[in-house]
Each structure stands twice: as structure tokens, then as C-alpha cells.
């Protein structure tokens, strides 16, 4: 499995960290998440010291987290706190600390850092999450598939015509210019005149008569941004943050963000069907390919017309390696869509 560190990755929604602990795979790292005292959400290796316990079976004592089996506690910096076998007045043992990870909850999610030392950047912000005048939710879906071409699907105009018939195109293709721009950690395909999307979903949100602005956006390390604009008060935008539990096994908080001129109420069940359903088939199609890969390997022929997949691999290797960014570049390809 490919992991790139020296960056922050989801491991849970905050919701779903209550009193109990729970087990979470990050980038293939087994964790044990809980609350601490104050509340604060702690991380170690799911693994305990003394006979390799999985510490997740276990509960929360006086805000440590203690093992299942012979109640060993550890706080969370990864410090043995208590062995309750021990007779009064007994030193602990010197223990080496379990592996702790940094944690922070921000905008709903618990991210932790993966790599060395302490973090050296923040965790990424989800645009617009909280501003006046928009609304957000948020979708956790597991994918069976590698991360680069969940990445790819969720960037990916042409197979909606296929996977998605009728909920935001259709087979009525026209051609249309695009710009490839990449440049520091991401790249954007910028659709300099697509006509407005058909489909159940544009046609019941979106003004008719107005032009559309469209931006899809990989941002490194696991992130997808599609952006659609019609004007200041109609705008809508799906970021997805993919976490790699196993090579083909990859858990996706989706952030759904719209500004719109019509009633929550309306809005926020309309698209939660909407855009649960277009997930779906979504997962369907990559389970299909996950299968496809595990028999035949990466065989794959490409291009130009796939318009972000190898600067996708190309930016995820080169940050796999630690290496200087690459040279930018920016290019226009005619696609039929």
C-alpha cells in the first residue's frame, strides 16, 4: 500500500467517538481512538504492551485506556499508567511507550498525523464549512478499490455519462476546452465553456439560462474538490478526503457544501438521496474494478482525454518519495462530454 506521509488523514467522524473506544485502520495503521478526562480525543497503536491485546476491546479508565485482559492502562502518550496485579506501593515496570498518534477534531472529523516527529502543517479545511449562507453534511462511504482511482472516478467527467445516466448528464455530447494546471501539491481542470449539466439533480437546483462555472481539483495527499457555480447565490461543492484502511480498501468522507437560494428544508434531503445514490453507483463500478486489478494488475492504457489520473499518480509518487514539487505545468484538451 502506498502511504504518503507528513500529512493529515480522517480516522473517524467526531460523532462517533462517545465513551467507549473504538478501532480504526489509518493508512494501515491499527489505532485505538477514545475521550480523554476533558474530552479530547487521544490515539495510540491498537496493541497492547504486555501480551499484544488489542487495547480498542478494552474501556476507558480515569481517561487512559485500559486493556481487556489484564487491565493494563495507558494514557495518551502512550505511558503504562497502571497494572492492577501489581501489590500496593510497587513500582510500575519501565515500559517502552506505545506508539502515540497526534490527534485534532475540527469541522466534525477526528484527523491524525501520519509521519515523524510532530505535525508540520494543519489538518486541511473544508471550504466554506460553517460561513453564512452555506450548508454542509457529511457522507462516510468505504470503497473497495485503490486510492488513486477512487481519486480518479471522483475527478472523472466522462464515465458519468455511463455509471450516472440521467442523474447529472446524459449521452447529448458536446465538446468542450479544458485547462490543466498543475502546480504545488494539486491540480485543477478549469471547463472553459461546458454547457450546463442535465439530469434530475441540476434541473431541480440549478437556474436555468445561467453559465456554469465547473473546477475539478486533486489536492495531495488523498483529497477530490469538484466546484460548480451558477453565479454568487447558486454554488455547490462535494470534497472528498480518502483513507486508505488497506490497499483496496479505502474509507471517504465526503463534505457536501451548497449556497443556494432555496430552503434548507428542501435542500438537505433532496441532496442527501441525491448524492447517497450517485455514490453508490459509484462504489459499485470501483468494486467491479478493485476485482479487475487484483486478477490483472494496473495494465491500463491512457490519453488525453483522461484528463487528471497520471497527474494524480505522478504528484502521490513524487510526494511518496519526499521530493522537491514538480515543475508546473498547464495544457488545453478538447473533450467530448
Known amino acids: ?31 485505538v481512538l477514545w475521550r480523554d478526562h476533558a474530552g479530547n480525543p487521544q490515539a495510540l497503536q491498537d496493541r497492547c504492551a504486555h501480551r499484544g491485546m488489542a487495547l480498542s476491546a478494552g474501556k476507558v479508565v480515569n481517561g487512559c485506556i485500559q486493556c481487556p485482559y489484564h487491565g493494563y492502562a495507558y494514557d495518551g502518550e502512550g505511558r503504562l499508567k497502571d497494572i492492577p496485579s501489581l501489590c500496593s506501593g510497587e513500582r510500575l515496570p519501565k515500559v517502552k511507550s506505545m506508539k502515540s498518534f497526534t490527534v485534532i477534531e475540527q469541522q466534525e472529523q477526528l484527523w491524525v498525523w501520519i509521519g515523524e516527529g510532530d505535525p508540520t502543517r494543519e489538518p486541511f479545511d473544508f471550504p466554506h464549512y460553517g460561513e453564512e449562507g452555506w450548508t454542509t453534511f457529511f457522507m462516510q462511504t468505504r470503497f473497495h478499490a485503490p486510492v488513486d482511482m477512487c481519486l480518479e472516478n471522483f475527478l472523472d467527467v466522462p464515465h458519468t455519462i455511463f455509471v450516472h445516466p440521467g442523474l447529472f448528464r446524459n449521452e447529448d455530447q458536446d465538446t468542450v476546452q479544458t485547462r490543466v494546471t498543475r502546480s504545488g501539491e494539486s491540480v485543477v481542470v478549469t471547463f472553459l465553456d461546458e454547457k450546463p449539466m442535465e439530469g434530475i439533480g441540476p434541473r431541480l437546483v440549478f ?7 465547473h473546477t475539478d481539483r486533486f489536492i495531495l495527499p488523498s483529497i477530490s474538490r469538484v466546484d460548480y457555480e451558477y453565479g454568487a447565490d447558486h454554488q455547490f461543492l462535494i470534497v472528498s478526503q480518502c483513507t486508505q484502511r488497506e490497499e483496496f480498501v479505502v474509507d471517504v468522507t465526503t463534505a457536501i457544501t451548497w449556497k443556494l437560494p432555496l430552503p434548507t428544508l428542501i435542500t438537505r434531503p433532496f441532496l442527501k438521496w441525491y448524492c447517497r445514490k450517485v455514490i453508490q453507483q459509484d462504489v459499485d463500478i470501483l468494486e467491479i474494478q478493485g476485482a479487475q486489478m487484483k486478477e490483472f494488475g494496473r495494465d491500463f492504457t491512457h490519453t488525453k482525454v483522461d484528463l487528471l489520473g497520471r497527474h494524480i499518480n505522478a504528484l502521490r509518487r513524487n510526494a511518496m518519495k519526499g521530493s522537491p514539487d514538480l515543475k508546473e505545468t498547464s495544457q488545453e484538451v478538447a473533450i467530448r462530454i
Open 207 to 213: 437556474p436555468k439560462g445561467v453559465k456554469q462555472k
Open 1 to 31: 500500500m502506498d502511504t504518503i506521509n507528513g500529512y493529515w488523514y480522517i480516522a473517524a467522524a467526531g460523532s462517533e467517538l462517545k465513551d467507549k473506544p473504538i478501532k480504526r485502520k489509518v493508512e494501515g495503521e491499527s489505532l
